[in-house]
């Protein structure tokens, strides 16, 4: 179950990375984007939020926003939602349901704004041509599933309507690259880890279901076969 968990998850990140190209092909050829994150105008509609911010920085911008600890491979999500928290003033965050933001290794790396129906751009080809005007990139986003996407230098900008809503998504693409290859690394790590059963001293491979059923107080974890082999564990026999 294990080793089909992985497999899944394997064929989950290809499939990701697929769609990513065939996406920044398609963009490519369709619009011209040449920003930069840093590049964006500071619209109103986002709040002062920019890619790149600090939890710090965020907070000074969005005081009620909580942070919590960051992931094994150090990313951090958090979220609130202005419309639904009776402390925020509304007037600050006019039309906002949702504010959702994740880091990386202390950046802010993606920004999701989720917009009610009562927007002022509450329409999706509306609200993709005022928000270009707002950010001053082209307007000609082209149809991506659901929504419209603009691929610039290293981040892309997605517009959709969800739950009857406007919404935009700034992503910084490169950061999303590096979290893909952090899990693939530690796919592969723990592919190759090995279960020890110090009673035995048999060692159980990832794709061994027998491994299951070593007790946790009789377990030593080796990070491949040659490790286990080396402290004179032999595969168990229940591997072949």
Same mark, same amino acid.
């Given at each position: 179950?294990?080793?089909? +968990?992985?497999? /899944?998850?394997?064929?989950? +990140?290809?499939?990701?990375?697929?769609?990513?190209?065939?996406?920044?092909?398609? /963009?490519?050829?369709?619009?011209?984007?040449?920003?930069?994150?840093?590049?964006?105008?500071?619209?109103?509609?986002?709040?002062?939020?920019?890619?790149?911010?600090?939890?710090?920085?965020?907070?000074?911008?969005?005081?009620?926003?909580?942070?919590?600890?960051?992931?094994?491979?150090?990313?951090?999500?958090?979220?609130?939602?202005?419309?639904?928290?009776?402390?925020?003033?509304?007037?600050?965050?006019?039309?906002?349901?949702?504010?959702?933001?994740?880091?990386?290794?202390?950046?802010?790396?993606?920004?999701?704004?989720? @917009?009610?129906?009562?927007?002022?751009?509450?329409?999706?080809?509306?609200?993709?041509?005022?928000?270009?005007?707002?950010?001053?990139?082209?307007?000609?986003?082209?149809?991506?599933? /659901?929504?419209?996407?603009?691929?610039?230098?290293?981040?892309? +900008?997605?517009?959709?309507?969800?739950?009857?809503?406007?919404?935009?998504?700034?992503?910084? &693409?490169?950061?999303?690259?590096?979290?893909?290859?952090?899990?693939?690394?530690?796919? &592969?790590?723990?592919?190759?880890?090995?279960?020890? &059963?110090?009673?035995?001293?048999?060692? @159980?491979?990832?794709?061994?279901?027998?491994? &299951?059923?070593?007790?946790?107080?009789?377990?030593?974890?080796?990070? /491949?076969?040659?490790?286990?082999?080396?402290?004179?564990?032999?595969?168990?026999?229940?591997?072949?």
């Amino acid at each position: 179950m294990r080793r089909q +968990l992985i497999l /899944n998850i394997r064929m989950l +990140l290809s499939l990701l990375v697929a769609m990513f190209c065939t996406c920044v092909v398609a /963009n490519a050829q369709s619009t011209s984007c040449p920003l930069k994150p840093d590049q964006l105008a500071n619209a109103p509609e986002l709040f002062g939020v920019r890619l790149g911010m600090t939890p710090p920085e965020v907070k000074t911008l969005l005081p009620l926003v909580q942070f919590g600890r960051p992931d094994p491979f150090g990313v951090m999500k958090t979220s609130f939602n202005p419309h639904f928290d009776s402390r925020v003033d509304k007037t600050a965050f006019p039309d906002v349901r949702t504010i959702s933001l994740e880091f990386l290794d202390g950046k802010l790396v993606t920004l999701w704004i989720g @917009y009610e129906a009562t927007f002022k751009w509450p329409k999706l080809d509306q609200f993709v041509a005022n928000f270009s005007k707002s950010l001053s990139v082209p307007a000609d986003w082209p149809v991506k599933r /659901n929504g419209r996407e603009l691929s610039c230098d290293g981040f892309s +900008l997605f517009a959709s309507i969800i739950g009857g809503g406007p919404g935009i998504r700034i992503t910084d &693409d490169t950061a999303q690259d590096l979290i893909a290859a952090r899990v693939e690394a530690a796919l &592969d790590a723990e592919e190759k880890e090995v279960i020890g &059963d110090i009673r035995t001293r048999s060692y @159980y491979t990832a794709d061994c279901a027998a491994r &299951d059923q070593v007790p946790q107080a009789s377990r030593a974890v080796f990070k /491949n076969k040659d490790e286990a082999e080396k402290a004179g564990y032999t595969l168990s026999k229940d591997c072949h």
